[in-house]
Every structure is written in structure tokens, then in C-alpha cells.
């Protein structure tokens, strides 16, 4: 299929991305009004400027949404905090559907606060994120599967965003994994997608999508060794998709693998969030297509265009009819 045909075909898809739901903010500060506190004498940080989006698998969602899904909905938690609140308004700026979130009494809203210097445009002070240690509470968990069951039948891709890099607090709790392995073996023709960080060896019956980086880590901890047909086959994934970045995307099935190359970007602007927006133009074309390499291809050349663009960039289908002009059908 054309690329063309590809996106005349996402409208019909609809998507729910399920695990961690973050809040991103990107605070701007001014290096001349960063004097330190009269009070303690420890410098400060003056920002000027905060803008928000949707991060993690909010970002998943927000490009799902960019490329004409029919309805993207998140299902995650969130607290009772300040930066629930100001999540909320992000998804709900962007159409996305936040119906299905989980809201925790005294819980903090995972949270990733990227400190910028207003003169050179850079990201130069430690990050200020907000995680959670603790697991997440037994109620919480529950309301997660029960929303993850009823849900299910009104989607047609199910993408997984377990971010999540501390043992507990991460939505994608053992039991919400079972229930999203028992929901893949159970619903053949949905497409479910699963990116995680640390613990993509325990996924089954998916499409597993890890990055270099994390599918040799799985291997190493499973075998010793990197051979990435073994994780696939231990995982029992029919396709597993393994992005190289520049390099582009190994697809691994049972009949052999294959590289997606992607479009060459000489000096890509921002490659933050490339992973989240592969995700969501390969989901859906995987849902369109049924192909894992064309599925590849589509979100390689989504891929292209969000590296162009300071922060978690979305691409557009008119970008992506510009650009796939050199590269025929996916």
C-alpha cells in the first residue's frame, strides 16, 4: 500500500493506549535571573515559561490523534494533584478521550520537568521528575483491569506504554500485563503493541517493540547473550520490531528478519519522543496493512518528520504525503 492509501485508511482505526500516562513540562529559564535565595544562598532556577503536553504514552496518544485515528483514548492513572490537572487539559487540548483514567486520592501525577536556558535553547539542568516508588494501590489496579475489560471490544490497535523504570508505581503492574496477554491471545485480529522499557521479556502474544538498547538487556538477562529470534520465540510474538535509530528497524518474524531503512536526516533537531511516534504510525498501519515491514516503513517515515521537531513533535498526513514522495509504497 501507498502511503496515501494508508492514511485514507486510519480514520476507520480506533486506538487506546494503555500503562503510563505522563505529564511532560518544559520549563524555559532565564540564566540572568537565577541569582541564588537571599534566604538559603542556594542558586535558583528563575523560569519564565512553561509549556505542557501529554508524555509517555501521552505522546503515543497525541500522534495517534495527529495521524487521523478515529478516537484515541489513554488509559493510565493519574493523582489528585496539580499536574493531573494540568494533564487532563493537555489530552483534552489534543481530542484525546481521558474517560478511561484512573484518578488516585494522594497519588502524584507522574511528572517529567525538563529545565531549558532561554539564551541557548538548550536543556542544560538536572530534570525534576516526579515518580512514584510505592505500588499503586490495590483499588487503583482494579479499576485498571475492569476499565481494560470493558473496554477492549471498541479498539482496534491496543498500544502498551510501560515507562515506568522503577520496580513499582508503573501502571503495567504483573496483573494488568496477564490481563493484556490474556486480551491478545483472545482477540486475534487487534493489533497489540507493546513498547517497555525494562521488562519487555515478559510480555507474551504481542507485538513486542523494544529499541536496541532494551531488546539487548532483555536478552542478556534471559540468555547471556544477544539473539533477538530467541527473545521473540520467547516471548511467543509473531513479529518483533526492533528500532536502531538512525539505523532504522529490524523486523524479526518466524520466516526470518528484515530491515526497514529509514528516510536519511542529516541533523535531526530533537529525536525525543521518535520511539512514541514510531509506535503509533506502526500500530495503526499494522491495523490498515497487516503487514509488520510496511508497518515499519510507516512509522520510520512518521518517525522522519517528529526528529525534525523541538520536543515530542507530531507528523501530520499532509507532511507525510510530502515526504513519502521519494519513497513509494510501504
Same mark, same amino acid.
Given at each position: 500500500m501507498t502511503t496515501a492509501e494508508i492514511l485514507t485508511a486510519i480514520p476507520k482505526v480506533a486506538a487506546l493506549v494503555v500503562g503510563d500516562i505522563c505529564l511532560d513540562r518544559w520549563c524555559t529559564y532565564d540564566p540572568a535571573a537565577s541569582d541564588p535565595s537571599r534566604e538559603t544562598g542556594i542558586p535558583r532556577v528563575g523560569v519564565i515559561s512553561t509549556e505542557i503536553s501529554p508524555g509517555a504514552g501521552g505522546t503515543v496518544a497525541t500522534n495517534l490523534t495527529a495521524l487521523g485515528a478515529s478516537h484515541v483514548a489513554v488509559l493510565g492513572v493519574r493523582g489528585d494533584d496539580g499536574f493531573g490537572f494540568e494533564l487532563d487539559r493537555s489530552l483534552a487540548e489534543r481530542g484525546i478521550d481521558s474517560e478511561l483514567m484512573v484518578k488516585i486520592k494522594g497519588w502524584h501525577t507522574f511528572t517529567y520537568t525538563k529545565v531549558i536556558n532561554s539564551a541557548t535553547g538548550i536543556e542544560d539542568k538536572p530534570r525534576l521528575d516526579f515518580i512514584s516508588t510505592r505500588p499503586l494501590p490495590a483499588q487503583a489496579e482494579e479499576q485498571v483491569l475492569h476499565h481494560l475489560r470493558s473496554a477492549i471490544a471498541a479498539y482496534d490497535a491496543i498500544l502498551v506504554a510501560?515507562?515506568?523504570?522503577?520496580?513499582?508505581?508503573?501502571? $503495567?503492574?504483573?496483573?494488568?500485563?496477564? %490481563?493484556?496477554? =490474556? *486480551?491478545?491471545? #483472545?482477540?486475534?485480529? &487487534? $493489533?497489540?503493541?507493546?513498547?517497555?522499557? %525494562?521488562?519487555? =521479556? *515478559?510480555?507474551? #502474544?504481542?507485538?513486542? &517493540?523494544?529499541?536496541?538498547?532494551?531488546?539487548?538487556?532483555?536478552?542478556?538477562?534471559?540468555?547471556?547473550?544477544?539473539?533477538?529470534?530467541?527473545?521473540?520465540?520467547?516471548?511467543?510474538?509473531?513479529?518483533?520490531?526492533?528500532?536502531?535509530?538512525?539505523?532504522?528497524?529490524?523486523?524479526?518474524?518466524?520466516?526470518?528478519?528484515?530491515?526497514?531503512?529509514?528516510?536519511?536526516?542529516a541533523s535531526p533537531v530533537d529525536t525525543c519522543g521518535a520511539g512514541d511516534s514510531f509506535s503509533a504510525g506502526a500500530a495503526l498501519a499494522l491495523a490498515v496493512t497487516r503487514s509488520p515491514l510496511a508497518a515499519a516503513h510507516f512509522g520510520n517515515l512518521v518517525a522522519s518528520i517528529t526528529i525534525m521537531k523541538k520536543g515530542t513533535g507530531t507528523a501530520s498526513p499532509a507532511e507525510l504525503l510530502v515526504v513519502s514522495q521519494d519513497q513509494g509504497s510501504v
Open positions: 510501560d515507562q515506568a523504570e522503577t520496580n513499582a508505581g508503573g501502571v $503495567v503492574t504483573p496483573a494488568v500485563r496477564s %490481563l493484556i496477554i =490474556e *486480551l491478545a491471545t #483472545k482477540y486475534l485480529e &487487534k $493489533v497489540f503493541l507493546v513498547d517497555s522499557r %525494562l521488562r519487555a =521479556e *515478559l510480555f507474551r #502474544k504481542v507485538t513486542l &517493540k523494544p529499541n536496541q538498547q532494551e531488546a539487548e538487556a532483555a536478552c542478556r538477562k534471559l540468555f547471556g547473550a544477544v539473539d533477538y529470534q530467541r527473545l521473540r520465540r520467547h516471548v511467543e510474538a509473531d513479529v518483533m520490531m526492533v528500532t536502531h535509530g538512525s539505523r532504522g528497524v529490524l523486523v524479526l518474524e518466524e520466516s526470518g528478519e528484515r530491515w526497514s531503512n529509514p528516510r536519511p536526516i
